[in-house]
């Protein structure tokens, strides 16, 4: 799905202001339960398939796709108490597009993705009290991108994406103790691109994802897997329609799954959000994304707000805006 936004005059001049002046903005105001609130756009240009963790109380992204179709290695961190971007060390690695992003601990990682000459395997840990990179063990599968991140304690579990012969089903637990890769019990249903994934309760769940290359191979089954017993059961299916290139999160003992494409050889995508509870295998819809429909788009959580923002929008356009809401479920 990887379509070349338009080039526009008009990103140009964001970007080039973007990355000479800091991202300034008014501190926000307490958030209104259950609503969408702007917050500060991107401090660089707009981006599609970037890559974003948390550690603490602030949230990093880097990589994507700008406007000209030209992979970045920008990175840039956000504070929500100053509502403000600030950039940091550029990410020494080679650029990509629907690479992966997680932490563990009191540091970052970014994995995988797609780069100019092919698919990548390498892996860089970012420490954010030096504002340094260090590459890491290279994961020992296939080469991918697209695959999706949770992380568990001192753990992180990384499943499935797009390689050079399909889209994979397979899981596998990153230990950074001892930097070294271990693969799980593959899933039992279907390889996929661009999931979505959360973390609820020690399980990480699995939903919707593109499963071929056809207009119509996306999919709405859910899954669970157990770290402890390295096992996987099915869950009720995903209610809305199927999908791919969503995003999936956790706050409050409830999982969130945002946006996505939907079947169609026409580019439709989804501005609905999602929430999960594992307790009683049930969907609920939520207000929809004030910010518009879109997908390869980045999402995060910040204490006990969901953020979200960038990606690619209906008019095949990238995207620098970024919104937060604090669920009912998890307001104090």
Request: glycine share 12%; hydrophobic share 45%.
């Amino acid at each position: 799905m990887h379509r070349q936004p338009v080039a526009w005059w008009g990103c140009a001049l964001t970007c080039v202001l973007a990355c000479a002046f800091p991202a300034l903005a008014l501190p926000l105001a307490a958030p209104t339960p259950g609503a969408w609130q702007a917050v500060a756009p991107y401090g660089g240009p707009a981006l599609r398939g970037a890559e974003a963790f948390a550690v603490g109380e602030a949230a990093y992204v880097v990589a994507g796709t700008d406007g000209a179709g030209t992979l970045r290695s920008q990175f840039w961190k956000y504070d929500p108490a100053t509502n403000t971007w600030t950039s940091k060390a550029d990410f020494p690695g080679v650029p990509t597009e629907d690479g992966t992003g997680f932490s563990i601990g009191s540091t970052g990682y970014v994995c995988f993705g797609s780069g100019a000459s092919g698919l990548v395997r390498e892996c860089w840990r970012y420490d954010p009290a030096a504002d340094a990179w260090m590459r890491v063990a290279s994961f020992p599968g296939v080469a991918r991108a697209g695959c999706v991140a949770v992380t568990l304690g001192d753990k992180a579990y990384v499943f499935g994406g797009s390689t050079q012969a399909g889209y994979a089903d397979d899981l596998w637990e990153y230990d950074p103790a001892l930097d070294a890769w271990t693969r799980m019990a593959d899933c039992p249903g279907l390889g996929r691109f661009l999931p979505a994934a959360f973390a609820i309760g020690g399980h990480i769940y699995i939903a919707t994802g593109r499963t071929g290359n056809a207009d119509d191979a996306y999919t709405c089954d859910v899954l669970e897997y157990d770290p402890l017993s390295n096992v996987w059961i099915r869950r009720a299916d995903f209610p809305g329609t199927a999908r791919g290139y969503a995003l999936g999160v956790s706050v409050g003992g409830k999982g969130y799954l945002a946006f996505g494409q939907l079947p169609g050889s026409a580019l439709t995508l989804s501005a609905e959000v999602w929430e999960y509870d594992a307790s009683s295998d049930v969907w609920t819809r939520k207000a929809d994304f004030l910010g518009g429909a879109r997908a390869m788009a980045v999402g995060f959580v910040l204490g006990s707000d969901l953020y979200f923002g960038l990606g690619m929008d209906l008019t095949d356009h990238n995207r620098r805006d970024f919104w937060r809401m604090r669920p009912i479920a998890t307001a104090p």
